[in-house]
């Protein structure tokens, strides 16, 4: 799988932790909002969403937004301490992290590839991501890659091709140098549209026999 191949470019949610929308959209749907606000693929919500992954939208911008889905005496109720309740809800998406999978990028990096990250996310999972992260690794997760490309810096989000090419550029690497893993068919098709070789893994899977072994 990897002969060849110099930059290893790994999705974060879904690959590398565990990811759970729906534990997110249940909680939400409990506090009152609207099923289709929040199920159907173009509603609002998803598009907000995207936006706040590109970093358009700020923090406290979305969390405006979903707020302003709940019933007024949902709010009302829980007017003090509503931030931090939406902050919960919208971390209850991030699921447990597989040590193994980060030891193997560890073991990846020392047999000379280059090993980075590309994801879609935005500052409220960022920030928590790397606070759970140190919790249960013990060191912060940039010092297991070479490079971190988060959506929300770059004001990009897969599957768009211009954020593949901003990894090509970055990493000064021609597209067949490298090989990305995600577990979004749509965002291997996008990379694939731009040259790079794509592995379409399973959500919230264990790694292949392929991925764990050279």
């Not at 606000?37 to 992954?53: A, G, H, I, P, S």
């Not at 911008?61 to 309740?85: D, H, K, W």
């Amino acid at each position: 799988m990897f002969t060849g191949k110099k930059v290893l470019i790994f999705d974060l949610g879904g690959v590398l932790i565990d990811l759970h929308v729906e534990r997110s959209f249940a909680a939400l749907l409990e506090m009152g909002a609207d099923a289709p606000l929040l199920t159907e693929r173009n509603c609002l919500m998803n598009v907000n969403m995207m936006k706040y992954d590109r970093g358009d939208i700020s923090t406290s911008g979305m969390f405006e937004y979903i707020a302003s889905q709940l019933p007024e005496g949902v709010r009302n109720e829980l007017r003090e301490n509503l931030s931090t309740r939406l902050h919960e809800v919208w971390n209850l998406m991030l699921g447990e992290y597989a040590p193994y999978k980060f030891r193997r990028i560890q073991q990846l990096r020392s047999q000379g590839y280059r090993v980075v990250m590309l994801s879609n996310t935005n500052e409220g999972h960022w920030s928590e991501i790397e606070r759970r992260f140190l919790e249960t690794m013990g060191e912060p997760l940039q010092n297991f890659f070479d490079a971190l490309y988060l959506s929300y810096r770059m004001g990009l989000r897969k599957p768009e091709p211009e954020i593949f090419r901003q990894v090509l550029a970055a990493e000064g690497a021609a597209p067949d140098d490298c090989l990305f893993f995600d577990d979004s068919a749509e965002n291997c098709e996008a990379a694939r549209a731009v040259g790079i070789d794509a592995y379409l893994m399973e959500r919230n899977a264990p790694w292949s026999d392929e991925i764990m072994n050279d």
